[in-house]
């Protein structure tokens, strides 16, 4: 899975964007995050099965489903609202090669140990935002069954990235098992115009002001004193 954490690593501070193409067909594009913060909640097997259910068999097949809600402490006289984006899913397939972005169905979204999930929404802050995780398992008729809820609360998301073990209540209310995520929490870029500025380049400084300086061919002698060959 470390070639699957370097993708990801490259691309957190990217978001992405919609655009046109000469056919008419939306395309997605990268740009920076500019106002807003991104959380990625990641399911895999990278050392254990995430989702272990006691009442079920190690071989069953689960869907995941991620949801966000309001959230607001007793403590605090002024709530502001949970402003989450709609919450989608990265289904990365090692087996395939492949990357897909996907939409949660009713159910959510199946997981399979060789896949890699990323549910990932974007908000100004995640202060008042709690997120519902659903969890269902194959049915005999081929659809899928509740099986219980966990829940992440914005306290548990105090570092930029970390490992959440949530606790799965059956709809009894009874603790059945836990399902893992790995999070990141990735921050806008700040002050984006003067970082991009280009009048304290230094590309053409050592061309006007200093002689190059000749370090010979490293590992192979240098330049000048080179032994001679016969």
Known sequence: MCNVHVAELLRVMFVSLCTLTAGGEKAEDEGWLLGTSELQLQLHN???????????????????????????????????????SAIRVKVLDREQGSCEVR?????????????FLEFFTEAPHFTYCAFIVD????????????????????????????????TVFSP???????ITFTYLLVHPVRDYPSIHR????YA??????????????????DSYHGKEEL
């Open 135 to 166: 969890l269902f398992s194959a049915a005999g008729s081929g659809g899928w069954e509740g099986v219980g809820r966990a829940s992440i609360l914005p306290q548990q998301l105090t570092a930029e990235a970390g490992t959440l073990i949530l």
């Open 103 to 115: 939409e949660q169905g009713e159910c959510g979204w199946p997981y399979l140990p060789h896949q």
């Open 46 to 84: 990278s050392e254990s099965p995430p989702i272990r259910i006691d009442t079920l068999p190690d071989a069953q097949r689960y869907s995941v489903k991620v949801q966000s809600m309001n959230y607001c402490a007793k403590t605090e006289d002024v709530c502001e609202v949970c402003q989450c």
């Open 172 to 178: 009894q209310l009874l603790p059945i098992g836990t």
């Open 204 to 221: 053409n400084y050592w061309k006007k002001h200093k002689r190059p300086l000749d370090v010979g061919h490293r590992g192979l002698g």
């Open 198 to 201: 280009t009048h304290h380049s």
